[in-house]
């Protein structure tokens, strides 16, 4: 057995780099051990890429509202899809090169290689030896493809290998409408491929508010055409591959498979640590302080399966790396939940969900954005947001929306959530005109106007006189 180290981060994604942040500002002695390519999932296959994607069919699919504006000759451009898929992965180089440099400097620290646990204390890492007084999994998730679809070899594309491709065919079916697969599928249609989804769930993207998704279905129904409650079977004919759903008969050149995402968590060895996993193979794991159970083993990031965000990873892993340091575990408080989905309309999640509220006890006000004076100037007025309130004090709980700049005003309620804010609190804050945000002012002011009267007013008491600069 080596050196005993004082701590071994397993996986240099994420949630792995940001526990190692924290376990050198406290040690020398630590070990990072990483199985495959380096540089995290959102800067490699995730976030990053697809954004530039989804930035190069937004631009191209802008022509559709030139004539709104007074600008002729849309209709003859044009899209290099080669090129764009070129200055994808060029970005995404960019942004893996950035990563990579958090590794640079460790030296021996640094070991590639596939790491197994041995119990709470020892690994093995290709049949080298390694103990350490506290362990990090950290390990990431793999895209979701059926076994039986393998067969197809790489005419089944996830977004590990999307980004890869030189060019696209001209027709591609999404399997799994979650976030991942609604921004891949809108954003391949607005390119010019010929795109039709699938999804067993009864709703898209994992929106949970009826009124918000029947808004954001029938927008996204202008697009392509998807298949809600539809489970999706493979099978090759002449003419590419046939997939079946009901009566539902298509027939593509390749599939996205787009199911989520599994977590890296079989083969390293956690039945070692002598604690019950649940059906999944997952051990009980403490999102306060992310160790499993009372052991000296920490377990974050997609490696959970608790939220494949980057921003949750990075939390999980400086929870842990705090505590793989500690003398005392420390429980810490999470972020207010926050989801932003890139579509367009964008979809946001905030807070509680609709499907998480007590609505006995809720107040809601909706704003739709058809009449919306901004967004009207822009040609984006569409889509609908609905913010939840406590009807006992008003204050802020959640919202579901799918509408323009939802990024930006979920990252509003956000912080009004996280600062326990009341609708009236929330009012009473300066809103600029003309800006998006008006929208969120327009479903504050409905649920203010169902809380009991001797609440504090905001600035603006008066009946309506129809100007949202105004009311």
């Known amino acids: 057995m080596k050196q005993v180290k004082d701590v071994i981060i397993i996986g240099a994604g994420t949630a792995g780099l940001t526990a190692l942040r924290e376990v050198r500002k406290r040690t020398d002695n630590f070990l990072l051990i990483n199985d495959g390519p380096y540089g995290t999932t959102c800067a490699r296959v995730g976030c990053m890429p697809s954004k530039a994607l989804i930035e190069a069919a937004n631009a191209f ?74 362990i990090i999994i950290a390990t990431g998730s793999r895209p979701v493809v059926p076994d039986s679809w393998r067969s197809f070899g790489n005419r089944i594309l996830t977004t590990d ?16 409408l979650g976030p991942i697969g609604i921004e891949l599928a809108q954003a391949l249609s607005r390119l010019g491929i010929h795109v039709v989804g699938f999804d067993m769930a009864r709703m898209l993207a994992g929106m949970s508010d009826e009124l918000v998704h029947a808004a954001f279905a029938d927008l996204l129904g202008r697009e392509f055409a998807f298949h809600m409650e539809s489970a999706a079977s493979l099978s090759e004919t002449p003419d590419g591959i046939e997939i079946r759903s009901g009566q539902i008969r298509v027939v593509v050149d390749q599939v996205i498979a787009a199911m989520g995402r599994r977590p890296n968590i079989d083969g390293i060895g956690l039945e070692t640590l002598g604690v019950e996993l649940d059906p999944r193979g997952m051990p009980p794991v403490d999102s306060a302080t992310m160790q ?15 939220a494949a965000v980057l921003h949750e990873a990075a939390d999980e892993g400086h929870i842990a790396g705090f505590n793989a340091m500690a003398e005392h575990i420390q429980c810490f408080k999470r972020r207010t939940p926050l ?23 809720t107040l809601i006000g909706g704003a739709r954005f058809a009449g919306h004076g901004r967004a009207r100037t822009a040609e984006r007025n569409k889509g609908m947001m609905r913010i939840y309130a406590s009807m006992a004090n008003g204050r802020l709980l959640g919202a579901e929306m799918c509408v323009s700049a939802a990024e930006h005003m979920a990252q509003l309620l956000a912080l009004a959530i996280e600062c326990k804010l009341t609708v009236g609190e929330l009012l009473r804050m300066p809103f600029y005109h003309p800006v998006f945000e008006e929208g969120v002012r327009a479903a504050l002011k409905k649920i203010a106007s169902k809380l009991p009267s001797d609440r504090k007013p905001d600035l603006a008491v008066c009946d309506s006189i129809q100007s949202e600069a105004l009311d």
């Open 292 to 306: 499993i159970s009372d052991l000296p083993v920490f377990l974050v990031g997609d490696a959970n399966g608790h």
């Open 161 to 176: 290998t999307l980004f890869e491709q030189e060019t696209l065919p001209p027709r591609i079916a999404v399997v799994g």
């Open 339 to 361: 989801g932003i989905i890139f579509s367009d309309p964008g979809i946001a999640k905030v807070g509680q969900r609709f499907a998480e509220l007590d609505l006995s006890s």
């Open 61 to 134: 699919h802008r022509r559709h509202a030139f004539e709104a504006f007074g600008i002729r000759g849309g209709e003859r451009l044009t899209v290099d899809l080669p090129f764009v898929l070129r200055r994808v992965r060029k970005l995404r180089d960019d942004f893996v090169s950035g990563v990579l440099k958090a590794t640079e400097s460790l030296g021996d620290r640094n070991l590639a290689g596939r790491a197994r646990l041995l119990g709470p204390d020892r690994i093995d890492v290709d049949g080298s030896r390694f103990q350490a007084k506290r």
